[in-house]
T-cell receptor
Framework: GAGVSQTPSNKVTEKGKYVELRCDPI?????LYWYRQSLGQGPEFLIY????????DSGLPNDRFFAVRPEGSVSTLKIQRTERGDSAVYLC???????????FGSGTRLTVV | GQQLNQSPQSMFIQEGEDVSMNCTSS?????WLWYKQDPGEGPVLLIA?????ELTSNGRLTAQFGITRKDSFLNISASIPSDVGIYFC??????????FGTGTLLAVQP
């Protein structure tokens, strides 16, 4: 597609549930990134994929968070046993040349109640 | 996580005024970027800076990469209502991760 697509745009879940957030990058972009943006803050890095492999997952806050990109295109961010503190906007971005600013999607707003 | 210091936190100005905001870091970056974020959207890249001392313009926007590589500023000239939004600076790390600033909220009154 023309831009980075993220689904769902909004997700409300109960504390303790499992959620999956999907990202469709721009076609041909080899690099894919996940960021988390809490209210009133700038985005914070979670994980970076180059192709199918996670090149840097140092931003994942704990082992409840996991992300995959099995075919080097679509990526899924998985959160187990969600907590209220996980509520945030989860942004995905992709780039062709990793030295340039990426293109962000509109994000998934996750609310844990 | 680490966030860069941006100031001011918010600005309320009249249409036609010039705006200046800056961003500082305790560590060096080799690339600085400026983004604008509208409500419900992801950040959109405005300007990228690659060399210390570099001054780059994009229409009414001008940004500079500080000579110490620890700061950057963004100027917007002759503001218009559609300039409203949150502006973020970001420094690029070697592993391609962006470290974002805390953001500057800009409100423009017609």
């Amino acid at each position: 597609g023309a831009g980075v697509s993220q689904t769902p745009s909004n997700k409300v879940t109960e504390k303790g549930k499992y959620v999956e957030l999907r990202c469709d990058p721009i076609s041909g972009h080899t690099a894919l990134y996940w960021y988390r943006q809490s209210l009133g803050q700038g985005p914070e890095f979670l994980i970076y994929f180059q192709g199918t492999g996670a090149a840097d997952d140092s931003g994942l806050p704990n082992d409840r968070f996991f992300a995959v990109r099995p075919e080097g295109s679509v990526s899924t961010l998985k959160i187990q046993r969600t907590e209220r503190g996980d509520s945030a906007v989860y942004l995905c971005a992709s780039s062709f040349d990793s030295n340039y600013g990426y293109t962000f999607g509109s994000g998934t707003r996750l609310t844990v109640v | 996580g680490q966030q860069l210091n941006q100031s001011p936190q918010s600005m309320f100005i009249q249409e036609g005024e010039d705006v200046s905001m800056n961003c500082t870091s305790s560590s060096i970056f080799n690339t600085w970027l400026w983004y604008k974020q509208d409500p419900g959207e992801g950040p959109v890249l405005l300007i990228a800076l690659y060399k210390a001392g570099e001054l780059t313009s994009n229409g009414r926007l001008t940004a500079q990469f500080g000579i110490t590589r620890k700061d950057s500023f963004l100027n917007i000239s002759a503001s218009i209502p559609s300039d409203v939004g949150i502006y973020f600076c970001a420094g690029l790390r070697a592993t391609n991760k962006l470290i974002f600033g805390t953001g500057t909220l800009l409100a423009v009154q017609p």
